[in-house]
């Protein structure tokens, strides 16, 4: 049996929630998909999830949702982490840090699909781990009648998501980068069946500088006088990829860019 799930890059601002209901109820009225993974990275006001937006979220059809390095940026998500089954934090944050390393989302018929999130360590400003030993260690937990398992690297450095793919090859579904905001043409199959991508690219206002304010950014960045960075409006876009697995060997079979926008 083949199933389909969706995969969909940091959400950011008002704009990449209301692009999110839609494109969702559109993805999924045109393709059968068994399981929506969302990265809800930025979905208040830019920075962080709240508990409301993450209500939010899980209404517009996610079924697991990861963070990233702005996961603890609002306070009221704590209590969120700690009780839901939904969401993840990244598995390679300190052994103490709220949430869960991975999340189950099982289907009517009985299947079942795990997440998990790691952060990267090149060029960002986290207090993360090892993510491969965080890997190995929450890939061990994860029951093993669970035969999909899909991967959220929120990472900077291209090559550090690259090495992870290559890492995982074989031993999980999906692989898909987060975090730079920018979509990735290099989605793929790698050899032992893993469907990879660098990064999905975000859900959010594309008339912009990673979804703030173009003008402002640009400003700042020629005078270099600090400036609040505003979430953008402009052509709101859902990215993401559409991966194939087989439910019983839980490797890949096909991953389609997407790229969608309000009609």
């Known amino acids: 049996m083949e199933m389909k799930l969706l995969c969909i890059g940091d959400v950011v601002g008002g704009p990449g929630r209301r692009v999110l209901v839609d ?38 059809g996610a079924n697991l949702i990861t963070l990233g390095d702005h996961i603890y940026r609002r306070n009221d998500i704590i209590p969120v982490l700690e ?35 790691v952060l990267g360590r090149l ?54 980068g987060t975090h730079t905001h920018i979509p990735t043409a290099d ?20 008339d912009s500088v990673l ?4 003008h402002r950014v640009v400003g700042s960045m020629i005078s270099g006088v600090p400036s609040k960075y505003e979430v953008a409006e402009g052509d709101a876009r859902l990215c993401g990829v559409l991966v194939s697995v087989d439910a019983v060997s839980g490797k890949a079979l096909t991953i389609e860019r997407i790229c969608w926008r309000t009609a």
């Open 83 to 117: 009780r839901a089954t939904n969401i993840v934090r990244p598995a390679n944050m300190p052994s103490g840090a709220p949430g869960k390393e991975f999340a189950i989302h099982r289907t009517a018929e009985g299947h079942a699909i795990a997440v998990i999130s």
């Open 211 to 214: 979804g703030r304010d173009k």
């Open 123 to 176: 060029f960002m400003k986290t207090m993360a781990n090892c993510p491969f030993a965080a890997l190995d260690r929450a890939l061990s937990m994860v029951p093993q009648d669970v035969r999909i398992v899909v991967v959220d690297v929120h990472a900077e450095a291209t090559s550090e998501k690259m090495a992870m793919g290559w890492y995982l090859d074989g031993r999980v579904s999906v692989v898909f």
């Open 187 to 206: 989605e793929q199959i790698l050899p032992k069946g893993t469907a990879y991508i660098t990064d999905v690219g975000m859900t959010g206002p594309y």
């Open 23 to 60: 494109g969702i109820a559109a993805l999924k009225a045109q393709n059968q998909i068994d399981c929506v993974v969302v990265n809800a990275e930025n979905a208040t006001d830019g920075a962080g999830l709240s508990g409301a937006m993450y209500e939010k979220i899980v209404q517009a």
